[in-house]
């Protein structure tokens, strides 16, 4: 049987394009890191996020939101100003991966903050500190999408934004995980609002390594309709 040929938009059809050199296995094994690294810490994300618009604080901002969704229904998603400050800000708060991320220092060495690291040492960073330094974020507890509509500031709040790492090691699947995670928004919050279910849960967050997760395990929201 003949295979059919994939979406000319699609990661596989630009794999097997004349560009790559990639077989066939291997060009299934690039598809599923993009699948891997962008969807279960995808889910994760989105429960820490939904559950913070849900709270009865952050109403404004749920109804700021919905408001830029049902005025620019012809606008593509990643048109949305308000839209990318709230997963920006859903994900400084709340990185999916808050572990360290090790990288070697290069062969020759390098100067970091003033001091010298040997060549091939271990050096590393993580997104949950990043995110709180409050030079960059000026109350970084707050949940506050506002900050990433400022120009002050904008260079370096970019530069210290490390959910997705940084540079030629950075996550192969952020732009799958941004497009997934406004897609959902849009589509959730033109039509519904989200508030806390009755049911108390442990939302504190658990890192588990790999990935973070509520610690009670469960993210309890009401889904209502609006008319």
């Not at 271990?122 to 506002?146: A, G, M, N, W, Y």
């Not at 997934?180 to 504190?204: H, P, Q, S």
Request: hydrophobic share 35%.
């Amino acid at each position: 049987m003949e295979k059919p040929n994939p979406a000319s938009y699609s990661l596989l059809s630009k794999l097997h394009s004349k560009a790559t050199e990639l077989e066939g296995d291997s060009a299934a094994a690039e598809c599923m890191d993009h699948l891997a690294a962008g969807i279960d810490t995808t889910g994760d994300g989105l429960c820490f996020l939904m559950h913070e618009l849900s709270l009865p604080e952050n109403a404004h901002i749920q109804q700021r939101l919905r408001e830029e969704i049902n005025s620019s229904a012809e606008k593509n998603f990643d048109q949305l100003p308000y839209l990318d400050a709230v997963v920006k800000e859903g994900l400084r708060v709340f990185p999916p991966i808050p572990m360290s991320f090790p990288r070697y220092a290069p062969d020759e060495g390098t100067m970091l903050d003033g001091y010298f690291v040997p060549g091939h040492t271990i050096v590393s960073c993580q997104p949950f500190t990043l995110h709180k330094d409050p030079v960059v974020f000026p109350s970084p507890e707050r949940f506050d999408p506002q900050r990433w509509l400022e120009d002050k500031g904008e260079l370096e709040r970019n530069r210290m934004f490390f959910a997705f790492s940084q540079g030629a090691r950075g996550c192969i699947g952020k732009h799958l995980a941004l497009a997934e995670m406004k897609i959902l928004l849009r589509e959730v919050y033109g039509g519904y609002r989200t508030v806390l279910g009755k049911e108390k849960a442990d939302m504190r967050l658990d890192d588990q390594v790999i990935s973070s997760r509520p610690k009670g395990q469960k993210c309890r929201l009401k889904f209502e309709k609006v008319i």
